[in-house]
């Protein structure tokens, strides 16, 4: 049979964003997979050695559109690591809280791009919807629907205004109400499993080869959690389980990232209920003569995707020598989804690109 | 693992019978959140002009605009400039917000701007005060034209909040000697920063310059700040150096303009500008190996200062930077002036301000104390020996109330000399000072101490009458909250009317209240209840209500040809230059701030003018 060259994206249905893929292919089996990235690139890292440190704080949100606050998070934490700033212990409860919403939201943006690419148009409105309804609760707390700049380094940027612990305890408990319908319609449909099983199927050696994180290496049954290995804000503070499948295909992965949810929604009620009053902000020094002393600092937070890292260097200056973002989609959108898709259909492409998650915007920095 | 079934989505059967979610967007209307960070807004009232949103803004979306229309008020810390932003740059991340000194900055919660031109994007931020034009009642509001014209009014979203700025509005607290120790003595009350509390206080400056013009000799303050921040106080000398020649003295005793006009002051605490320079002038031993000052070759040219005063120091200093050979005339033993014998010593030691003068005195300025001109050597002796001569004699006669009785009084400025560089006065036991200025406040508090030395263990009273009720009182806050704090009584709004004698020993002082102090135009006019008198009781009273100058050394010929402005000051031209070739003049006599600080900026422009005018000779 005749070798085709095929182009998968960018300006094409089912793709994830700006990114494309070069398929070898041959009648439907694809023999090879190149992922091109680059169409995003917007030169963050570099960008960041010229502004100054807390000018980079409302930048680095925009390198992850669908989850900012992790990014946010790492940020932080490096100039806390570097500059031996402390946080506020109510800071970093609502730090915990941010992120697990985030999570919750971001999952939901997952969610409605995997129905939406297999079909399941109405599981992905709801999806959307109920993002809407954490995004909602986000524009209430920072003033941003999808840019928060809000966790800066020091602590957060404002408190909770009055009475949004009682919006989150409503929202969320309007949106595990749906649970059920969600897993009639969608996660115990037959139409998935027959979709989504042995899909994209990575076995736990590969994976952790590879250098898979988050969901696609719980999938195939490794308890590996950032949130636990190395915990940050109050994540050892609060009891969590990691939910983990053992198949490591598309349909585990699936079910991971809705177990993640209802898992992260028990956690912020534990988060609410546990959260001291007081100050949520220590001061940073003054923005215009901050100098943050020579060092180099690695910190890393489990996002949504999975391990996100920071590697950041100070020359003792008002602006980062360098910035290098370890992101969870450049690891699962080139070298595994390349991995992966050698020997898959051509129908597969997307199921199996958006089950692994892949964030294009994360990739180009 | 369960397969599921195809069946069970059929259980969702039941949404097809429910309330779409959708929100019918623009006719059902999304409101935002009270902390959303939409369009900015700004108060041009409260907004300074000072630039820190323009400094912070990540994307350069802020420029700052001048405004022709605005007066600046340099004095005030008020420039004429506003912030304008171009939303094709904005990121609406709010750090504007956040560092935003008077917090006239805010955000608001409209957001909506489509416009096929490119350069309705820029916005000069108003808010709903100024500009009733474009910002609308929920009336007349409509989300179909929202833009940047047509805005909702009382929109605020992201505003500011001193708790969440990104400056630090407290100031470094600075160790004092408290009132109970200090008024026993005349111990420095100021302790002063040390290293690690100047390099905290001075971290805080915005670096907005709003000070530099505020400053009457606009000393380079945001660069000499940012030294100390950074902990490089021989840097920082070597800035305060090219204004200011005084800094040990200044660093005690200036009026800090600088402070007033200093952006943090608006909601917080102004940076501590006076005392770090004092830091810096006190952590430097030596200044003369710290500036490495470069000394022009010798022109030869011979110049006479009268007085070694801040200005007549001053002008020395410059002048013999740029190699004049400077003779300064006074008739103290030492150098400072008014500065020697004003500023009691728990404020300027002498100390503090013979360090100043011996760096002079080393840069080859010669130094005739105890000379007083008109008496030991003639004024018209001097204008014909020397090239030029600077006439810096400042205000030394103090004036009288001239009531019944007032020969009975002592002056302000004998009492202060005498004891600071004499022998010290003896005081009574209850003792009135009439005036409410910052000398009288000295004088006060001089009095105070001079009692518990002179009468330790016995009742002493030290009381204040001045004309001004508390708000208008001429001394500084700082000033008459420590007066206060040391026990003085004061009694604002009471005129002295008459010093009551009886046998020869003074009974006390009679007054009467005040009805205003000044006229419809501003004047110093003030006029009193005859009928409410008050004898306030004391053995001793002290006259401080201002001080004039003495001309007498100059002889008629020429004080005739010397030229006066409206205001009893001596006129000169931009070179300082008065109406009498060669002489020049400088500070109290001149300006009428009477402060060491402005006395410093003329003596700047007169070592200028000087300078040009021999060189002018050379050619």
């Known amino acids: 049979m005749r070798e085709l060259e095929l182009y998968f994206g960018p300006q094409h249905l089912g793709m994830v964003g700006n990114f494309s893929i070069t398929l070898k292919v041959?009648?439907?089996?694809?023999?090879?997979?190149?992922?091109?990235?680059?169409?995003?690139?917007?030169?963050f890292e570099k960008l960041m050695e010229y502004r100054t440190w807390i000018q980079n704080f409302p930048m680095v949100c925009r390198i992850n559109v669908i989850e900012p606050d992790s990014m946010e998070m790492v940020y932080a934490m490096a100039v806390e690591k570097l500059a031996g700033i402390e946080v506020p212990e109510r800071a970093n409860y609502i730090r915990t809280i941010v992120l697990e919403l985030s999570r919750v939201s971001s999952h939901l943006f997952g969610l409605w791009a995997y129905a939406n690419m297999l079909g399941f148009d109405t599981v992905a409105q709801w999806a959307m919807y109920h993002r809407d309804l954490i995004l909602d609760l986000f524009e209430e707390l920072t003033g941003g629907r999808v840019y928060h700049i809000y966790i800066w380094p020091g602590g957060v940027r404002r408190d909770f205004p009055e009475g949004f612990k009682d919006k989150i305890v409503n929202t969320l408990h309007s949106i595990g109400s749906c649970i059920p319908d969600y897993d009639n319609t969608f996660f115990n449909n037959r139409l998935f499993y027959e979709r989504a099983k042995g899909i994209g199927k990575i076995t736990q050696k590969e994976a952790k080869e590879l250098g898979a994180t988050g969901q696609v290496l719980r999938a195939t049954g490794e308890k590996f959690d950032i949130r636990k290995v190395e915990p940050y804000a109050v994540y050892d503070k609060v009891d969590f389980e990691i939910p983990t499948r053992e198949d490591g295909d598309a349909y585990s992965r699936i079910w991971v990232i809705r177990d993640e949810m209802i898992e992260s929604v028990h956690m912020i009620f534990k988060l609410l209920d546990a959260m001291p009053e007081g100050s949520v902000y220590n001061k940073v020094p003054n923005p215009f003569k901050w100098k943050i002393p020579k060092g180099e600092a690695y910190v890393r937070v489990e996002s949504s995707r999975g391990e996100l890292g920071l590697y950041m260097v100070s020359n003792g200056e008002d602006k980062p020598y360098r910035v290098h973002f370890r992101t969870p989609s450049y690891t699962h959108g080139l070298v595994i989804l390349e991995k992966l898709l050698k020997n898959a259909s051509i129908a597969d492409v997307g199921n199996i690109m958006i089950s692994l998650y892949v964030i294009a915007p994360e990739i180009d920095r | 693992m369960d397969k599921g079934s195809i069946f069970s989505p059929f259980k969702s059967i039941k949404y097809l019978f429910?309330?779409?979610?959708?929100?019918?967007?623009?006719?059902?209307?999304?409101?935002?959140?009270?902390?959303?960070?939409?369009?900015?807004?700004?108060?041009?009232?409260?907004?300074?002009?000072c630039g820190n949103c323009a400094d912070i803004c990540p994307?350069?979306?802020?420029?700052?605009?001048?405004?022709?229309?605005?007066?600046?008020?340099?004095?005030?810390?008020?420039?004429?400039?506003?912030?304008?932003?171009?939303?094709?740059?904005?990121c609406?991340?709010?750090?504007?917000?956040?560092?935003?000194?008077?917090?006239?900055?805010?955000?608001?919660?409209?957001?909506?701007?489509?416009?096929?031109?490119?350069?309705?994007?820029?916005?000069?931020?108003?808010?709903?005060?100024?500009?009733?034009?474009?910002?609308?009642?929920?009336?007349?509001?409509?989300?179909?034209?929202?833009?940047?014209?047509?805005?909702?009014?009382?929109?605020?979203?992201?505003?500011s909040d001193l708790k969440y700025s990104l400056f630090e509005p407290e100031r470094v607290p600075m160790p004092q000697v408290k009132p109970e120790r200090r008024r026993l003595s005349f111990i420095e009350q100021v302790i002063g920063y040390n290293r690690e509390q100047a390099e905290r206080e001075a971290s805080r400056c915005l670096e907005c310059k709003l000070c530099e013009e505020a400053c009457p000799a606009h000393l380079k303050i945001s660069d000499y700040i940012k030294a100390i921040s950074e902990n490089k106080p021989d840097e920082s000398l070597k800035k305060i150096f090219e204004d200011n020649p005084i800094p040990s003295i200044c660093g005690r005793v200036c009026m800090k303009y600088c402070e007033d006009a200093c952006s943090l002051s608006i909601r917080g605490e102004a940076v501590a500008v006076?005392?770090?320079?004092?830091?810096?002038?006190?952590?430097?031993?030596?200044?003369?190996?710290?500036?490495?000052?470069?000394?022009?070759?010798?022109?030869?040219?011979?110049?006479?200062?009268?007085?070694?005063?801040?200005?007549?120091?001053?002008?020395?200093?410059?002048?013999?930077?740029?190699?004049?050979?400077?003779?300064?005339?006074?008739?103290?033993?030492?150098?400072?002036?008014?500065?020697?014998?004003?500023?009691?010593?728990?404020?300027?030691?002498?100390?503090?301000?013979?360090?100043?003068?011996?760096?002079?005195?080393?840069?080859?300025?010669?130094?005739?104390?105890?000379?007083?001109?008109?008496?030991?050597?003639?004024?018209?002796?001097?204008?014909?020996?020397?090239?030029?001569v600077y006439l810096g004699i400042g205000t030394t006669i103090s004036r009288s109330t001239?009531?019944?009785?007032?020969?009975?009084?002592?002056?302000?400025?004998?009492?202060?000399?005498?004891?600071?560089?004499?022998?010290?006065?003896?005081?009574g036991k209850e003792i009135i000072v009439i005036g409410g200025g910052n000398v009288a406040m000295d004088v006060a508090r001089e009095a105070?101490?001079?009692?518990?030395?002179?009468?330790?263990?016995?009742?002493?009273?030290?009381?204040?009458?001045?004309?001004?009720?508390?708000?208008?009182?001429p001394a500084t806050k700082e000033e008459i909250e420590d007066t206060k704090a040391e026990g003085i009584q004061f009694n604002p709004n009471w005129g002295p009317k008459e010093i009551k004698v009886e046998d020869g020993k003074i009974k006390g002082l009679l007054c009467v209240k005040v009805k205003s102090v000044f006229d419809e135009q501003g004047r110093f006019r003030p006029t009193f209840y005859e009928e409410k008198e008050m004898l306030l009781e004391g053995d001793m009273v002290i006259e401080a209500i201002g001080q004039g100058?003495?001309?007498?050394?100059?002889?008629?010929?020429?004080?005739?040809?010397?030229?006066?402005?409206?205001?009893?000051?001596?006129k000169v031209d931009e070179n300082g230059q008065t109406s009498i070739p060669k002489l020049f003049a400088g500070g109290d006599i001149v300006n009428l701030n009477l402060d060491a600080v402005t006395a410093i900026a003329d003596a700047k422009v007169a070592a200028e003018g000087i300078d040009k005018i021999l060189l002018s000779n050379l050619r």
């Open chain 1, 26 to 43: 041959e009648g439907d089996r694809i023999l090879e997979a190149q992922a091109n990235p680059g169409y995003l690139h917007r030169g």
């Open chain 2, 18 to 49: 429910k309330k779409p979610k959708t929100l019918r967007y623009p006719f059902e209307p999304k409101e935002p959140a009270k902390r959303y960070r939409g369009l900015h807004l700004n108060d041009w009232d409260k907004c300074t002009g």
């Open chain 2, 59 to 90: 994307n350069e979306a802020i420029t700052m605009k001048e405004i022709p229309e605005i007066k600046p008020k340099p004095e005030e810390g008020m420039k004429n400039e506003r912030p304008r932003v171009d939303y094709g740059r904005c």
């Open chain 2, 92 to 159: 609406f991340c709010g750090l504007c917000v956040d560092i935003c000194p008077p917090g006239s900055l805010r955000l608001s919660r409209d957001y909506l701007h489509i416009h096929f031109k490119t350069d309705t994007f820029n916005l000069l931020a108003k808010d709903e005060k100024l500009d009733k034009e474009h910002f609308l009642p929920a009336k007349e509001y409509s989300i179909l034209k929202a833009s940047l014209s047509h805005r909702k009014e009382d929109n605020e979203g992201l505003v």
């Open chain 2, 274 to 388: 006076r005392w770090l320079k004092r830091f810096v002038a006190d952590s430097i031993k030596d200044y003369k190996t710290t500036l490495e000052l470069k000394i022009a070759k010798p022109t030869g040219k011979k110049i006479a200062v009268i007085g070694a005063g801040p200005g007549g120091l001053s002008v020395s200093y410059f002048l013999a930077l740029k190699g004049h050979k400077v003779t300064v005339f006074d008739s103290l033993s030492g150098g400072g002036g008014m500065m020697r014998i004003g500023p009691p010593l728990y404020r300027l030691p002498i100390e503090a301000i013979d360090k100043d003068i011996n760096h002079i005195a080393s840069l080859g300025v010669e130094f005739k104390f105890n000379t007083t001109v008109g008496k030991d050597i003639l004024f018209e002796d001097i204008l014909k020996e020397y090239e030029g």
């Open chain 2, 402 to 427: 001239k009531v019944k009785n007032a020969d009975r009084c002592i002056l302000a400025l004998p009492f202060l000399e005498e004891n600071k560089i004499g022998k010290g006065v003896k005081v």
């Open chain 2, 448 to 473: 105070l101490r001079l009692q518990q030395i002179q009468y330790p263990g016995e009742k002493t009273v030290t009381k204040m009458v001045s004309l001004e009720d508390w708000e208008i009182m």
């Open chain 2, 549 to 570: 100058s003495d001309f007498s050394f100059i002889p008629k010929p020429f004080f005739e040809k010397l030229e006066f402005t409206e205001r009893r000051k001596v």
